[in-house]
């Protein structure tokens, strides 16, 4: 049995389109024409990724992730014709793992999907996990511990802190983060960086004195830590 998808588009012409590409391709598709179904489906069922779109009739697609996002991390590409770089980072602050603008090419959306599938899978015998002075970032069970306390983090950002973390001191460029975390054949907007790296600053600054996100002026961010010693778990 293949890959399960949900698409959730109102447009039953588009909705049609692309479930006939994607069962070409091999996986299995459920259809859902408006949130509320979306919602239901998910409920039912969770798949292994979502294809959503954001204006839905009865629950929009942004509800759609927030609610979502309360209980699962399945990987969610959304589907959209609003461009401006304002939506884009919304859907991936929310917790969006790709984000697609209308009119887009079938064959685009194929690989984004195999992209973001093959990004979101973890091996179950590798363990990662990271461990400062009052910071803990755990992407086995995707939390992230702050002074003892667990934080609500979107997948991304949990993601960027890791790999930065994973290599303390070093500067990565924000085209360096984009490859290595959203993935090489992502389309997005360098400035989707600098706000994650801003949300993170108000979730873990001023914790401890022994390691801090830092900003490289003209080049990029690093984790810096006066210890570079971490404990990391590996399977």
């Known amino acids: 049995m293949g890959r399960n998808i949900l698409v959730v588009e109102d447009d039953r012409n588009i909705s049609d389109l692309i479930q006939m590409y994607l069962v070409k391709e091999g996986f299995d598709v459920r ?107 755990d992407l086995d069970s995707y939390e992230l511990i702050v002074d003892g306390k667990k934080v609500d983090t979107p997948p991304k950002e949990l993601e960027l802190l890791y790999h930065l973390a994973a290599t303390p001191n070093r500067v990565y460029t924000r085209n360096q983060l984009l490859d290595e975390v959203w993935g090489f054949d992502y389309f997005g907007d360098s400035r989707t960086v600098d706000v994650h790296i801003k949300r993170l600053r108000e979730k873990i600054e001023n914790v401890s004195d022994q390691w801090a996100l830092k900003t490289v002026w003209g080049v990029g961010y690093k984790f810096e830590t006066a210890n570079p010693r971490t404990e990391k778990a590996e399977g």
């Open 31 to 137: 259809i859902a024409g408006d949130g509320g179904k979306a919602i239901e489906e998910f409920q039912k069922e969770v798949p292994d990724l979502i294809l959503l779109d954001i204006m839905l009739p009865v629950v929009d697609g942004w509800t759609v992730t927030a609610k979502i996002r309360e209980t699962s991390k399945v990987p969610i590409i959304m589907l959209t014709a609003k461009s401006e770089v304002f939506d884009r980072i919304q859907g991936l602050e929310m917790g969006a793992d790709d984000y697609i603008v209308k009119p887009f090419e079938m064959k685009e959306l194929i690989a984004r999907i195999n992209a973001v599938l093959r990004r979101t899978e973890i091996p179950n015998d590798t363990s990662k996990r990271l461990t400062f002075d009052k910071l803990s970032i």
